[in-house]
């Protein structure tokens, strides 16, 4: 009987350590004025482990099933540009929906992009048009995931396990 076995009858062979990448998320909320052209404006600080980042989606945060009466949908409507401290990712803003896709249908980006740790990414989030919301408000909120993987060092073998 190994180690891992004595510490625990329930795991096996194939609980252990799956290895070093595992997927990671990073997100952030940005309010964004309603009006037409309103900027709202978000930052992620990665943590200091290499990062893969194979996407990005976006979501309208709120109560989006009922627009008639609330005045906010997750239309896709809003333009995105993001950078980080050595680059820009397009030659102008981008129109989320044709760019990144919908929750249904999300666009990967075209090749995976290698980060190293420690870096922060900014987000620039434009409206596309005035939107009227129920109640009044002067912003609106739309949260930015990005996806990928992390590195989270060598595995730890079963034996080494207290």
Same mark, same amino acid.
């Given at each position: 009987?190994?180690?891992?076995?004595?510490?625990?009858?329930?795991l096996?062979?194939?609980?252990?350590?799956p290895?070093?990448?595992?997927?990671?998320?990073?997100?952030?909320? &940005?309010?964004?004025?309603?009006?037409?052209?309103g900027?709202? &404006?978000?930052?992620?600080?990665?943590?200091?482990?290499p990062?893969?980042?194979?996407?990005i989606?976006?979501?309208?945060?709120?109560?989006?099933t009922d627009p008639?009466?609330?005045?906010?949908?997750?239309?896709?409507?809003?333009?995105?540009?993001?950078?980080?401290?050595?680059?820009?990712?397009?030659?102008a803003?981008?129109?989320?929906k044709?760019?990144?896709g919908s929750?249904h249908?999300? &666009?990967?980006?075209s090749l995976? &992009?290698?980060?190293?740790?420690n870096?922060?990414?900014k987000?620039?989030? !434009?409206?596309?048009?005035?939107?009227?919301?129920?109640?009044d408000?002067?912003?609106?909120?739309v949260?930015? !995931?990005?996806?990928?993987?992390?590195?989270?060092?060598?595995?730890?073998p079963p034996s080494?396990?207290?």
């Amino acid at each position: 009987m190994n180690q891992m076995q004595q510490q625990n009858p329930l795991l096996g062979v194939f609980d252990r350590d799956p290895g070093r990448w595992r997927q990671f998320k990073y997100g952030v909320d &940005i309010d964004v004025p309603v009006g037409l052209n309103g900027v709202g &404006i978000g930052e992620i600080e990665t943590l200091n482990q290499p990062f893969i980042m194979d996407r990005i989606t976006c979501a309208v945060v709120g109560d989006v099933t009922d627009p008639v009466t609330t005045g906010l949908a997750d239309d896709g409507q809003y333009y995105l540009e993001w950078e980080e401290q050595q680059s820009r990712y397009q030659n102008a803003p981008l129109l989320v929906k044709s760019a990144y896709g919908s929750d249904h249908y999300p &666009i990967p980006l075209s090749l995976p &992009i290698a980060f190293a740790g420690n870096r922060t990414f900014k987000f620039r989030v !434009t409206n596309a048009y005035a939107r009227t919301l129920n109640p009044d408000a002067e912003t609106f909120r739309v949260h930015v !995931t990005m996806h990928g993987v992390a590195d989270w060092g060598p595995d730890t073998p079963p034996s080494s396990v207290r």
